[in-house]
């Protein structure tokens, strides 16, 4: 089992970064390939990023350029860094951990609870 805590949502201005956190446990972080999805109201979960065991990372291409994903083992911490925020960003935001590389939410095990971002103009 693994068990996934997001932390760092909030109120932000377009244009404006945030930085979300999600830590893990209950599992070797390392082995885990980790992800960040999206909800917005009204709309299906999407991809926004990924970071697999061996440190390639991929992006929605929605958020390229604009988002970083990251982790750090020794903390078992993965973090999703968000810079120029649009008002579609906006969504509640989830972690994820499992041992397939992809972007189909349908392939990762364990989801945290999720993490509220709110854009504002």
């Known amino acids: 089992q693994v068990q996934l805590v997001e932390s760092g949502g909030g109120l932000v201005q377009v244009g404006g970064s945030l930085t979300l956190s999600c830590a893990a446990s209950?599992?070797?972080?390392?082995?885990?390939?980790m992800g960040w999805f999206r909800q917005a109201p009204g709309k299906e979960r999407e991809f926004v990023a990924r970071?697999?065991?061996?440190?390639?990372?991929s992006y929605a291409e929605s958020v390229k350029g604009r988002f970083t994903i990251s982790r750090v083992n020794a903390e078992n911490t993965v973090y999703l860094q968000m810079n120029s925020l649009k008002p579609e960003d906006a969504a509640v935001y989830y972690c994820?951990?499992?041992?397939?590389?992809?972007?189909?939410?349908?392939?990762?095990?364990?989801w945290g609870q999720g993490t509220q971002v709110t854009i504002s103009f």
């Open positions: 994820a951990a499992g041992t397939a590389f992809t972007n189909n939410a349908a392939a990762y095990d364990y």
């Open positions: 209950g599992r070797t972080f390392s082995t885990l390939a």
């Open positions: 970071f697999r065991q061996s440190g390639n990372t």
